[in-house]
């Protein structure tokens, strides 16, 4: 069956520093992998999309990347800021109808 | 940016009562709207895809007669809970679709918390 894992349930890192997380796929071919963030009791916000075709997608202090041999992105954040504190989630879309299919999320908790 | 609202934003409910929740998209035309369901510490779970006017299409295990939704128009559709049981209580979240560039593009709501005592 399809599977998404997402690294960690938490992860904890200094302000400043670069948070790495990390979303791999089973039994899945996905046209694109998206990254949202959501904060506690609200709904997701879109981030970055990444085709299967490219291997690195930037924003500011935002960059993805998409393996689809090893199944896996990469999601950075980089100088994180307390403000980055949240959960992310990775949804890979493929197939009919556009459904996006969400992975478990990392909540990132960034201090000063 | 697209932005899609949700109405009630938080329910209290008795046991078999219904509660009927409304997702709007504000500022674009959602032909596709999703409604997906969220327990605590989980992740969203797809329950339904609705086109506006046909009837929706619902995903493994998620009982069409006891979600009900309506897709009436390019800017509204409503999920109703019925009989709604504790069971049911979670974080019910809608997005409104549109395709760019060949791929999907989901603006979400801010959700909608229903508790059922």
């Known amino acids: 069956s399809q599977k998404i894992e997402q690294n960690s349930e938490a992860l904890n890192i200094q302000e400043g520093k670069t948070a790495t997380l990390t979303c791999n796929y089973t039994?899945?071919?996905?046209?694109?992998l998206q990254w949202y963030r959501q904060d506690p009791g609200r709904g997701p916000v879109f981030l970055l999309l990444?085709?299967?075709?490219?291997k690195e997608k930037r924003k500011e202090r935002l960059k993805v990347t998409f393996d689809t041999t090893l199944k896996q992105s990469l999601f950075h954040i980089t100088a994180s800021q307390p403000a980055d504190s949240a959960t992310y989630l990775c949804?890979?879309?493929?197939?009919?109808?556009?459904?996006?299919?969400f992975g478990t999320g990392t909540r990132l908790q960034v201090t000063l | 940016g697209a932005v899609v609202s949700q109405h009630p934003s938080w329910v209290i409910c008795k046991s078999g009562t219904s509660v009927k929740i409304e997702c709007r998209s504000l500022d674009f035309q959602a032909t596709t709207m999703f409604w997906y369901r969220q327990f605590p510490k989980q992740s969203l779970m797809l329950m339904a895809t609705s086109n506006e006017g046909s009837k929706a299409t619902y995903e493994q295990g998620v009982e069409k007669d006891k979600f009900l939704i309506n897709h009436a128009s390019l800017t509204l559709s409503t999920l109703t809970v019925t009989s709604a049981h504790p069971e049911d209580s979670s974080f019910y979240i809608c997005s409104g679709g549109s395709m760019g560039q060949g791929h999907s593009r989901q603006f979400f709501g801010p959700g909608t918390r229903l508790t059922v005592l």
């Open positions: 990444i085709r299967e075709n490219e």
């Open positions: 949804a890979l879309e493929g197939g009919t109808a556009s459904k996006l299919t």
């Open positions: 039994n899945y071919s996905p046209a694109y």
